[in-house]
């Protein structure tokens, strides 16, 4: 931010790619300083905003634009300015206002050593990052009065950490097989696909996934955090720490997917990073919205390239996606109610294209349940904390031995974690042949049977743990679902 004062008829411009929103700024500026008995110089005022080739938004920078015309005017020391960055936006009467995206700032301020200052209603957002000396202003009069040692402003304070009670899995009835497929995937980081007939429980399994997840270590709950402060839908410090769960309409554009917009901001594949995205009713998505779900399934990044500016997001994220077996619903069930012809199935189910198919490891069948199995005063199953411990046990012997979970091995950690002997590895080759599955299905299917082993306690990938996994992908064959 500089500021120059000319001589000349009184004026103010702002360069270097202002918005609407920061050019509007010299109105606010104008009356803020007003109000705290300064005075608005009368000269010609240049303000730039330097890179000058980055668009700049939001109201974030009033509060720079201020303290740089006061130090160049006299009116404030400028020597003080050189150990604080600032953000905020003025009120006309100089009241400090919240603005997005302090919470990345800070981890940038604390990266380079500096000290941030900020309007009260962003400290307890700026506190989640340990690492940043952050202050606190109510009026732009405190921060003058700081710089002129006048007066010392608090320290950014940290709200109590809350969990917020979510569902639990005790109260889904029956669904073994499902219940099943959830362990696995919360403790491997295994995408999931649920398919079964019309109220069977999928959206319900798929809500309790993240009761399941182990918590977040500091690092993951920042970069998610950090996504959730530049969206502009606003960060709950009380609950920064618990895992996010995304569920967008099936009319959902691409673009709101993935990130995007003149100035790139991040889509729901990001605001799920480190949670789950569920996709209910998949076969109703468009096709270009699942399509480019591709390379962040595989790379756990998105870059959002415009015209003006490019941005890359993290998206490593979980995808539970759920569907009907057929337009009506009822394919395969034991009512026999369905009525659609073998080309309607197969025209349902080809919306979904091979390669988004086989980025999902775990294909389950919901079915519906008979009614004695859904009596409201029937034995509840077991509660998400008791499937939450197995998890988290299985993931420390991951992250222990490999540094990540096991949906996310690599090719090298892959071979050194995932041998099977000469008899498993036939077994693998054959069900690769007779599903016609792909190299990457095969893949999967060894990290899964890993997550399996290690929900097990087990060193080795037994033959046990092998074909279970290779049922998962079944539904996923050439064959369909």
Known sequence: MEVHLAGGLPAMSIVGLPEAAVRESKDRVRAAIQCAQFEFPARRITVNL????????????????????LAASGQIPLEPLNDYEFLGELGLTGELRAVDGVLPAALAAAEAGRRLLVPAGNGAEVALSSRVEAYTARTLLEVCALLQGRKSLPAAIAVPTRRRPGPDLCEVRGQAQARRALEVAAAGGHHLLLVGPPGCGKTLLASRLPGLLPQASEDEALE?????????????????????????????????????????????????????????????????????????????????????????????????????????????????????????????????SGPLMDRIDLHVHVPRLPPSQLRPDGPPGESSAAVQARVAVARTRQLERSGTPNARLGEAQMRACCRLDNGDQALLERAAESLRLSARSMHRILRVARTIADLAGSADIATAHLTEAIGYRRMGSADGL
């Not at 330097?50 to 015309?69: C, E, N, Q, V, W």
């Not at 009713?281 to 699942?290: G, T, V």
């Open 224 to 352: 998610a955090a950090a996504i959730a402060s530049v969206s502009g839908r606003g960060l709950d410090p009380a609950h920064w720490r618990q895992r996010r769960f995304r569920a967008p309409h099936h009319t959902a554009s691409a673009v709101a997917l993935i990130g995007g917009g003149a100035e790139p901001r991040p889509g729901e594949v990001s605001l799920a990073h480190e949670g789950v995205l569920f996709l209910d009713e998949l076969p109703e998505w468009s096709r270009q919205a699942l399509e480019v779900l591709r390379e962040p399934l595989e790379s756990g990044v998105v870059t959002v390239s415009r015209a003006a500016r490019s941005a890359e997001f993290p998206a490593r994220f979980q995808l539970v996606a759920a569907m009907n077996p057929c337009p009506c619903g009822w394919a395969g069930d034991t009512s026999g109610r369905c009525r659609c012809s073998p080309d309607a199935i197969r025209r349902y189910r080809g919306r979904i």
């Open 50 to 69: 330097a890179p000058a080739d980055l668009p700049k938004d939001g109201g974030r920078f009033d509060l720079p634009i201020a303290l740089g015309i």
